[in-house]
């Protein structure tokens, strides 16, 4: 046999259509690719309900994260507003020489109606 007749030999071996293996072979094959598309639309289903769920959580978080930059500042001006107290009692104390007055000294003036 020469070359060239191994080739189509070949050829035909491998373009062949196959009829031995039967009908059930090609539907468990049809099957298996039902499956396959079923549990990779279940894993997109999964992925979309988690990442929806991620994000959920991310934006409960950054309301959290608002609510106490809020709360942050508005414990900055409290702060603030004591050290003011604070810084006129001593510059009162320090230069201007005050002092509290004791319990004798302070006169309860009532103003009758």
């Not at 079923?38 to 409960?60: D, F, M, W």
């Not at 709360?71 to 050290?83: D, G, H, I, T």
């Amino acid at each position: 046999m020469t070359t060239r007749a191994v080739l189509q030999v070949r050829s035909r071996a491998l373009f062949a259509p196959r009829r031995e293996r039967g009908v059930w072979w090609e539907l468990s094959g049809i099957a298996l690719l039902l499956v396959l598309i079923g549990a990779l639309a279940l894993g997109v289903v999964y992925s979309t309900y988690h990442s929806r769920q991620i994000y959920r959580e991310l934006n409960h978080e950054q309301q959290t994260e608002r609510d106490l930059q809020w709360a942050w500042r508005e414990l900055q001006l409290e702060k603030s507003a004591w050290y003011a107290h604070a810084r006129i009692d001593h510059i009162a104390r320090s230069k201007l020489g005050m002092e509290q007055p004791s319990q004798r000294d302070i006169v309860l003036v009532r103003i009758g109606l």
